[in-house]
């Protein structure tokens, strides 16, 4: 038996897709530890692993990047969000290592200063990403604005064009934050973003294709798992029964970007439709929210058993709840707002697995049609649901974590 520490970001969103594999290696016989936010130490205690709060100081650090008024912006707001919680996080794994004693680590994507003290450390450690990294490949618009992929020459000089557009602002904030906390620790500078986020020896990526884009060049230390689509073990709400017309199910964001017009829109243009509408509204439900007969809003529901029923998810295009509907074989509208959501919204579109709609273009009469266009896509989302499973999911990720590092480390998992 081996100890196993993994390390979240401040979000359930990134929290949640890690603990099927946290529950993978616990059942395989090794000892594992999560540090997580403080309202979730219970729940993952309750699951059969060790859990501790993470310093209150990195939760306190909020995402402020919906404030942007474009792309680049929000994308250089959420760089800025991450290198601050690391000045915090860093000295907060390094805390956890001296309580756990791991012999492998497992750090969020998100978590920088977590991801420096853990190769400072010399441990072992895998990279877990809850979405498609920001990682360039050959034929694969540059990460944010949600390009669409265009192939041959003219893509290549499209993409190495637009790249250091793109990339340029986050890379700007990013580089000399980055350099400090390594420097901190007596790490040598990275090149760029690219060379930061490869620094482990190995990635995984709770993605797959045909929903994920093909990336022959990203080498056999990213490891595409499939969705790692989990929420917490609930009962179905008794109501969910008496809903005897197709369901559609709308969701926002789990951390505030103010995407209630994603709602609003919604009950307006499906009011009339013969559908039931259920959504989940996990930042608040407002007070003055207007909701038709055929409606039902709660700040949170389990999803699980209303994928059963439903027809076609409505969502902010955030990768959780976008990837647990498509691995239902359920098609999705996305709507994004920000952060991640343009390039799995854009991902939606390319699959087949559903419909795209700007944010900036939402209103009642455009959801409406996507909504129905959406409904058509469903072979779509069952290709993307059988990519996921031929995979592999957390068992070929616990299987690799296992051979590669009992091979690495004298310690090393048996």
């Not at 340029?168 to 934050?177: L, S």
């Amino acid at each position: 038996m081996s100890t196993i520490l993994a390390y979240t970001s401040p979000a359930i969103g990134h929290l949640f897709p890690m603990t099927p594999l946290l529950l993978e290696l616990r059942s395989r016989g090794h000892r594992v530890h999560v540090r997580t936010l403080a309202g979730q130490v219970e729940r993952m205690q309750s699951l059969g692993l060790e859990a501790s709060a993470m310093d209150g100081r990195v939760e306190a650090i909020e995402h402020t990047d919906w404030q942007a008024g474009n792309a680049r912006g929000a994308l250089a707001g959420a760089v800025a969000t991450f290198t601050a919680r690391g000045e915090y996080d860093g000295p907060d794994l390094e805390s956890a290592i001296a309580e756990v004693g791991p012999d492998v680590l497992v750090v969020d994507i998100n978590s920088w200063g977590a991801l420096v003290a853990a190769e400072a450390s010399g441990l072992p450690f895998v990279t877990f990403s809850p979405y498609t990294p920001p990682i360039r490949s050959v034929g694969t618009p540059p990460f944010g604005p949600g390009f669409k992929p265009l192939p041959g020459l003219l893509g290549r000089l499209r993409d190495g064009l637009l790249r250091p557009l793109v990339m340029g602002a986050a890379e700007k904030v990013m580089g000399p934050r980055i350099a400090e906390l390594r420097s901190a620790k007596g790490l040598a500078p990275v090149r760029n973003a690219d060379a930061f986020f490869r620094r482990a020896p190995l990635m995984l990526v709770a993605t797959a294709e045909p929903f994920e884009y093909h990336h022959g060049d990203w080498g056999d230390d990213i490891m595409m798992i499939g969705a790692c689509a989990w929420e917490p073990p609930a009962e179905a709400p008794a109501w969910l029964d008496a809903l005897d017309r197709p369901v559609v199910l709308v969701t926002t964001s789990s951390e505030f970007q103010d995407d209630g017009a994603l709602v609003r829109t919604a009950l307006r243009a499906l009011a009339d439709e013969p559908v039931s509408v259920v959504a989940t509204m996990p930042a608040g439900v407002p007070e003055d929210l207007v909701v038709p007969a055929n409606a039902r809003v709660e700040r949170f529901v389990p999803h699980g058993p209303v994928l059963e029923r439903a027809a076609v998810v409505v969502t902010h295009g955030g990768m959780g709840g976008t990837q647990k509907a498509l691995a239902h074989g359920v098609p999705v509208c996305a709507v994004p707002f920000g952060r991640d959501q343009l390039e799995v919204a854009r991902r939606v579109e390319v699959s087949g697995s559903g419909t795209r709609l700007p944010a900036a273009r939402l209103d009642a009469e455009r959801l409406r049609a996507a909504v129905r266009t959406a409904m058509g896509c469903v072979d779509g989302a069952r290709r993307v649901a059988a990519g996921y499973e031929a995979s592999g999911g957390v068992a070929a990720a616990a299987e690799t974590i296992e051979r590669r590092f009992a091979r690495a480390d004298a310690r090393g998992l048996s």
